[in-house]
C-alpha cells in the first residue's frame, strides 16, 4: 500500500510533534510512558514554589509539581504532585516545603511513612515548611552576633579602664621600660654576635668534649675493672681485723711509752747510758783514744806488726 507525499508529510509531523511532546514533558519530569499518581498539598504559603518543580525522596526525584493554584475559600495554595507509580506513597507519608540550594530553588521532600497500605490517588497529603538555608543560618548566627556584641562591649569597658589607668606617670613609666627593653635586647644582640664569632672556639670545646666521651666509652671496660678493684680492696679492708690490730698498736705504744718512761727515770742500762754525762763523757774520750790509735796504726803500722820475710827483721826506728 502507497501512501501519497501529503500523507508521508503529515505522517512525519505527526511523529516529530510527539516526540516534542514527548520531550518537553521529560524535561518537566513526567513520563508518558509509565503512569502517576497524583497527591493534593495545601500549603499557607508556597515561597515561590514552580510548577514542574521536583519531588524527591531522600534526595532523589521521584515526581514532580503538577499545578498550583489558589484556594479562595480558606486562602490557602492547593499543590498537585504527580508521583511515578514505582513510587508507593502509604498512610501517613508527609510533604515538605523545602530549599534545594543557596539560591531559594524550592523543592517538594515526600517522607514516606513505613507502611503497606498505600494512599488512594488525589489524596491529601500533610504539609510542612521547612526554613531555608538562609534561614537556618540566619537563626545560628543571630545568637553569635548577640555574644559578639556583648564581647565588643566588654572590650570596650576594658579599655575604657585601661586608657584611665594609663596615667602621664604610666605612660612616662612604660616609655621608661620600653627604653630598657630596647637596651636589652640590644645588648642581647651584641651578646649573639660576641657568641657568633667565637663560635670556633665552641665548636672545639664541643669536639674536645665528644672526644673525652669518645675515651671514656672506650675506656669503659677499664674503668669497669679500677671500680671492681676498688671493690675488692674495699671488701678487703671491710673484712680486716682493723679492730684487732688498732689493740695491738695501742698496746705497742703503751709499752713504748713505758721504755721511754724507764729511759727518762734512769732506770735499765740504757736509761743510765742516756742520762749519765759522766758516762757519756768517757764514751767521748775513749772515742778519741781509739781514733787517734787508728790514725797512728795507719800512719805506723810496723810499730804495732812485725812480718819476717826469709829470716830477716824490718825496724822502724
Do not use: C, W
Not at 49 to 78: F, H, P, Y
Not at 269 to 292: C, F, Q
Amino acid at each position: 500500500m502507497k501512501f501519497s507525499k501529503e500523507a508521508r508529510i503529515g505522517l512525519l509531523v505527526a511523529i516529530a510533534l510527539f516526540i516534542f511532546i514527548a520531550g518537553f514533558y521529560f524535561l518537566k519530569g513526567a513520563n508518558l510512558f509509565s503512569g502517576e499518581t497524583e497527591y493534593v498539598a495545601y500549603f499557607d504559603d508556597v515561597q515561590g514554589l514552580q510548577t514542574s518543580s521536583g519531588v524527591q525522596v531522600k534526595g532523589l526525584t521521584v515526581g514532580r509539581v503538577v499545578a498550583i493554584t489558589l484556594n479562595e475559600k480558606d486562602g490557602k495554595v492547593k499543590v498537585l504532585l504527580a508521583v511515578g507509580k514505582k513510587t508507593k506513597v502509604t498512610e501517613g507519608s508527609s510533604v515538605k516545603l523545602a530549599s534545594a540550594d543557596l539560591l531559594g530553588t524550592k523543592v517538594l521532600k515526600l517522607d514516606i511513612a513505613k507502611g503497606d497500605k498505600e494512599l488512594a490517588e488525589e489524596s491529601v497529603l500533610p504539609a510542612i515548611v521547612e526554613g531555608s538555608l538562609i534561614d537556618n543560618l540566619s537563626g545560628e548566627i543571630a545568637p553569635l552576633v548577640t555574644d559578639i556584641r556583648h564581647v565588643v562591649s566588654t572590650l570596650d569597658t576594658v579599655l575604657l579602664g585601661v586608657n584611665n589607668m594609663l596615667n602621664q606617670d604610666t605612660r612616662q613609666h612604660l616609655a621608661n621600660s620600653m627604653a630598657s627593653l630596647d637596651v636589652t635586647l640590644k645588648n642581647f644582640s651584641a651578646l649573639s654576635e660576641k657568641l657568633n664569632s667565637e663560635s670556633n672556639q665552641l665548636a672545639s670545646v664541643i669536639r674536645n668534649a665528644n672526644s673525652i666521651t669518645t675515651n671514656l666509652a672506650n675506656s669503659n671496660q677499664q674503668i669497669t675493672n679500677i671500680m671492681k678493684n676498688a671493690d675488692n680492696i674495699s671488701g678487703q679492708l671491710a673484712n680486716a681485723p682493723i679492730e684487732t690490730t688498732v689493740k695491738d698498736l695501742q698496746s705497742t705504744i703503751k709499752q713504748l711509752n713505758g721504755i721511754m718512761a724507764k729511759i727518762n727515770n734512769n732506770e735499765g742500762s740504757l736509761g743510765m747510758l742516756v742520762n749519765d754525762k759522766a758516762l757519756h763523757d768517757n764514751l767521748s774520750e775513749s772515742l778519741k783514744t781509739l781514733n787517734a790509735l787508728m790514725a797512728d796504726i795507719n800512719a805506723h803500722p810496723s810499730r804495732y806488726i812485725n812480718v819476717t820475710i826469709f829470716g830477716r827483721k824490718n825496724k822502724n826506728k
